[in-house]
C-alpha cells in the first residue's frame, strides 16, 4: 500500500507539471494577495482529484460516451475560467505588501470549482488505474490488501501529489515575489491571468464547434 501511495504521488505530481488553470491561478493568487491564500487555493485545487480518481477507479469510464457525460465535462470548465478571467481583471493591482484582499475561503472554493471542472483529469487518472491493475507491479500492490482500501490509496495518493506540486509554486512564487513584481508591477498580473484564464475559456469553446 504504502509503494502504491509513493508510485501514485509521483504520477500526479509529474502529471500536475504543465501550465493548467489550477496551477495558474495559484501562481497569480500568491503574487496579487500572499502565500496563505495561494495554500488555500492550491488545497481546494487539489482536492477535485480525489473525486476523479475515485470515480476513474470506480470504473466510471465504462459508461457510453454518448450517455452525455464527455459533454458535460467538456462545457463545465467554459464559464469557471470565464468567471475566473474575469474576476482576474477586476481585482485590485498587485502590492507588494502581500496582503490578503479576500478570506481564506474564497481562495479556496475557487480552487475547487477551476479543479472540479477539468475535463483531463477522468481521463488521465482511468489510464493510470488500468496500467497499474494490468502491470504486474501493479497487481501485487492492488490485490493483496483488498481493491477497496485500493481505490482510498490511490485517491488519496492523487491528491497529495498534486498539492505538492502547487505548494511548490506557491514558495516559488512568494520566494520570487519581488524580482517578478519589479517586471509586471501595477495591474500587470492580474490582466496577463485573466486574459489567459478567458484564452483558456475560448479555446474549450472552439473545440466544441
Known amino acids: 500500500m504504502l509503494l502504491l501511495f509513493v508510485i ?12 493548467g488553470t489550477v496551477n495558474l491561478a495559484v501562481l497569480q493568487t500568491t503574487l496579487s494577495q500572499n502565500r496563505r491564500a495561494g495554500l488555500w487555493l ?36 467554459i464559464p469557471v475560467l470565464l468567471g475566473a ?6 481585482q485590485k493591482p498587485v502590492s507588494l ?3 490578503p484582499v479576500n478570506g481564506p475561503l ?3 472554493w475557487k480552487g475547487m470549482a477551476l479543479g472540479g471542472t477539468n475535463p483531463q483529469l477522468l481521463p488521465f487518472w482511468s489510464a493510470v488505474w488500468l496500467y497499474l491493475s494490468q502491470a504486474t507491479i ?12 485500493s481505490h ?6 492523487t491528491a497529495v501529489g498534486a498539492f505538492g506540486l502547487l505548494v511548490g509554486i506557491v514558495w516559488l512564487a512568494d520566494r520570487q515575489r519581488y524580482r517578478v513584481l519589479d517586471y509586471l508591477g501595477g495591474p500587470w498580473i492580474n490582466r496577463l491571468s485573466g486574459s489567459l484564464f478567458i484564452g483558456m475559456a475560448l479555446w474549450q469553446a472552439v473545440r466544441l464547434v
Open 8 to 19: 501514485v504521488c509521483v504520477i500526479s505530481f509529474i502529471g500536475s507539471l504543465h501550465p
Open 42 to 77: 492550491a488545497l481546494g485545487g487539489s482536492l477535485p482529484e480525489i473525486g476523479y480518481s475515485a470515480l476513474a477507479a470506480g470504473g466510471l469510464m465504462l459508461i457510453p460516451v454518448d450517455s452525455g457525460w464527455a459533454t458535460v465535462l467538456t462545457i463545465a470548465p
Open 85 to 90: 478571467g474575469i474576476a482576474a481583471f477586476r
Open 97 to 99: 505588501t502581500g496582503q
Open 106 to 108: 474564497l481562495p479556496f
Open 138 to 149: 501493479g497487481q501485487s500492490m492492488l490485490v493483496p490488501a483488498g481493491r477497496a482500501a
Open 152 to 157: 482510498l490509496v490511490f485517491s488519496l495518493a
